[in-house]
């Protein structure tokens, strides 16, 4: 099991952009997936984006060409770029690991996109 923490959080202006980081304690090769969810408020829990172990990436369509994932298994690092922000994006977001049935999830950073 690998420890996750996301940081990067905080609140924007519509129109801006914010890097999440999702610092993990173990190297997350041993994982096949790391990946970016979300929760808006009173939402249900939703996929934002996925890498895999190799590169392949997956994107929710909401966030297709604005947010990049990206991994960096030496530094046991993924990030979540997201650029032109809008007030849909406001949610909580949860940083994951997923390697068939073994999942660990960190503890959410909040991002508020507000004027």
């Known amino acids: 099991q690998v420890q996750l923490v996301e940081s990067g959080g905080g609140l924007v202006q519509p129109g801006g952009s914010l890097t999440l980081a999702c610092a993990a304690s173990g190297s997350i090769t041993l994982y096949q997936y790391m990946g970016w969810y979300r929760q808006p408020p009173g939402k249900q829990l939703t996929m934002v984006a996925t890498?895999?172990?190799?590169?392949?990436?997956n994107y929710a369509d909401s966030v297709e060409g604005r947010f990049t994932i990206s991994r960096d298994n030496r530094a046991n690092m993924v990030y979540l770029q997201m650029n032109n922000l809008n007030a849909d994006d406001t949610a909580v977001y949860y940083c994951k690991a997923d390697h068939f049935a073994r999942t660990c999830w960190g503890q959410g950073t909040q991002v508020t996109v507000s004027s």
């Open positions: 890498i895999a172990n190799y590169g392949a990436t």
